[in-house]
């Protein structure tokens, strides 16, 4: 009787969590899968059809941004983790944070001044290399990933920073003892163990950016597009939410894959550990 | 018997009091499509104007950002309201875009008011009565009208191409110096890809009034074929403001801008004042801001006497021709009296009276326009 009583009350404790979690989670998501499947109250897979033919190519193109902005935001953060575990250098720790408080269309905003043909990093480089007309980064996919990596790196710093300080310095010192360089350090020893924080990294970031709209509309090119941008003008110029839900439940799939897949490693991970 | 007296004179107080004629506090909530100016010309110029005149009237502005998404945001709010089964609704007025009118209309989000409307007959130009090819008479009252042009920068373009055969021509020897936002970056874009489609179709008048046939849209393959290969000649920017951006920082020399955005930037010192503009053969697309009241609209009545103030002669031309840059949304002539020479041949100046009724085209009718975009998507970003 009282096992039940408690059984209650626990319930009762996290229901105001679930309800947030059904109505603000569940719900849109059950929603927006629904809608992806209806045209004008029928059901059939048209929306479908029409997001993979017209926007096939961007679905790729986003995968690839945002898999080429993960890899490059793990190079920066690692580097900057693996210096700041050896030395300390109060600069560099605030530096790396700042980006934390920008918002996203300060950042796209600048980036695109910062970026253009004309724009401040031109002018500066012909001034000193005596160049004209370089071409600008902005509306272009470098400038794109150039964008998020800048945006995207604090908080994979933060998670690999974090992992790379509680690990126990006895294996590092013994490293050094038998004469191991930094560099091999990290890439040996602190990459390894910190194999989980490191993909956690990775999940975050790529989730992140694929689904970030401002700073494609902002730097961006104009075309291939990033889904998110596909989305908001089918929903703007078309009214269609049909085929903009059926896009956003493509890019469910993507990020699942990931999903499943880190499950899955941390459950070996975990495994592994007990035995 | 003093007691009594006091209290007799403040039972007279409070019966005469009763009686003044104290006219209801009223808050007048209304949502705007638009650019930040559209809000800021409600908030900060009509609003105050508007409750000096009626004291008891509060106006509350809600901007709901540019373009059609702003459109499209009112409409979800309305639609939420007509959901609710509430007798009267939050929202007295909207202004929005052409295609939001529709969508209210096929809804029944809004309701025809103009027959109560003085200022209607003022209007002299058909956007009031058709929108997008579909019936919307009655229903809306024009607040501007806004037309996209292209700009260009005189110190490296001194003879500018008069149409788009001769801009196609001047790309091919300036490559990269003509730029746009592409159709996903804002509407200066949208019409400059709507104007060359008119330029190329063998029938425009049939995309702009109607009817719909798709035997209309079988050369259009060919259309943007050629659009795609224009495209490799010039500059893809970021958004309406990118365009103007680029062209302040000599990026492009050349680009399709929002009139009235345009003289808005020069009068506030973002632009570069030498810049001209000029509205090419033959014609490129413009569009009217409607005013409409919601069905069930709480306080109709102040709405309307909103519209009527805004629409009226003087006040049209002291905000939205003069500190605006938009062009009247009633009659020229009618506005002329209020204005000042130099803000007459400001507005003017590039683009006359008469090229503005030549070369200003209509928005295609809404089935068109669907498929226009969506065949730039198709067959130009690939």
């Known amino acids: ?275 | 018997m003093r007691k009594l007296c006091g209290v007799m004179l403040l039972i007279v107080a409070a019966v005469l009091l009763a009686q003044a004629n104290i006219p209801i506090k009223v808050t007048l909530t209304m949502m705007v499509a638009g650019d930040q100016n559209m809000v800021d010309f409600f908030q900060y110029e009509i609003a105050p104007e508007f409750e000096k005149l009626y004291p008891n009237v509060k106006v509350k502005v809600v901007g709901t950002g540019p373009g059609d998404a702003g459109s499209q945001q009112i409409i979800q709010q309305l639609q939420l309201e007509k959901d609710s089964g509430k007798d009267k609704w939050a929202i007295d007025l909207v202004v929005i875009h052409e295609a939001g009118t529709i969508w209210a209309i096929e809804r029944g989000l809004i309701r025809p008011y103009t027959d109560f409307l003085t200022t209607r007959r003022l209007v002299t130009m058909k956007t009031a009565e058709v929108a997008l090819g579909v019936n919307v008479n009655g229903y809306v009252m024009p607040m501007f009208h806004s037309q996209t042009a292209i700009a260009y920068n005189p110190r490296f373009v001194k003879d500018p191409p008069k149409s788009y055969a001769e801009l196609v021509e001047w790309v091919k020897k300036n490559p990269k110096k003509f730029g746009y936002n592409g159709i996903k970056g804002g509407m200066s874009g949208v019409s400059f890809v709507f104007g060359w489609v008119y330029w190329k179709s063998k029938n425009p008048d049939v995309l702009m009034n109607g009817p719909f046939d798709e035997k209309y849209m079988e050369d259009w393959p060919q259309i943007y074929a050629e659009l795609k290969e224009f495209n490799k000649y010039v500059t893809l920017t970021a958004g309406n403001a990118g365009t103007l951006d680029a062209l302040n920082r000599g990026e492009i020399w050349m680009g399709p801008v929002w009139v009235d955005m345009f003289y808005t930037w020069i009068r506030e010192g973002r632009m570069d004042p030498n810049i001209r503009l000029i509205l090419p053969e033959p014609g490129m697309p413009g569009q009217p801001m409607y005013f409409a009241i919601p069905t069930k609209a709480a306080n109709a009545d102040y709405a309307l006497k909103l519209i009527e103030f805004v629409t009226s002669p003087a006040v049209h031309a002291k905000y939205i021709v003069d500190k605006f840059n938009w062009y009247p949304a009633i009659g020229v002539e009618y506005v002329v009296p209020h204005l000042g020479k130099e803000v007459f041949e400001r507005l003017y100046r590039d683009i006359k009276e008469a090229d503005l009724l030549k070369f200003g085209k209509r928005m295609p009718i809404a089935d068109y326009r669907t498929r226009m975009l969506e065949a730039y998507e198709r067959w130009v970003e690939k």
């Open chain 1, 1 to 275: 009787m009282k096992r039940r009583r408690d059984l209650f009350v626990g319930f009762l404790l996290i229901l105001p969590a679930l309800i947030v979690l059904g109505a603000l989670y569940v719900y849109p998501l059950i929603l927006s899968v629904y809608t992806s499947f209806t045209v004008q109250g029928r059901y059939g897979l048209t929306n479908y059809v029409k997001a993979f033919d017209i926007y096939w190519r961007d679905i790729i193109y986003s995968v690839a941004i945002s898999f080429a902005t993960t890899v490059a935001t793990l190079i920066v953060s690692v580097v900057v983790s693996g210096y700041l575990r050896f030395k300390s250098w109060k600069f560099l720790e605030l530096m790396y944070k700042l980006p934390l408080f920008i918002p996203f269309l300060i950042v796209g905003h600048a980036m695109r001044v910062f970026l253009a043909p004309h724009g401040t990093l031109n002018n500066l480089l012909t001034r000193i290399l005596r160049i004209e007309e370089l071409p600008g980064l902005s509306r272009s996919w470098i400038g794109l990933v150039w964008a998020f990596v800048w945006i995207m790196t604090p908080y994979a710093t933060l998670i690999v920073l974090g992992a790379f300080r509680s690990l126990d310095s006895a294996y590092i010192e013994a490293a050094q003892n038998v004469g191991a360089s930094k560099w091999k350090i990290v890439i040996d020893i602190l990459i390894p163990m910190c194999r989980p924080s490191i993909m956690v990294a990775f999940i975050l970031t790529f989730v992140r950016t694929i689904s970030s709209l401002t700073i494609p509309i902002m730097v961006g090119p104009a075309s291939p597009n990033m889904i998110t941008v596909n989305m908001m003008f089918r929903v703007n110029y078309f009214n269609d939410w049909g085929t903009a839900n059926a896009l956003g439940v493509v890019s469910y799939l993507i990020v699942m894959v990931f999903a499943i897949y880190y499950l899955r490693f941390m459950a070996a991970e975990r495994g592994g550990i007990k035995a």
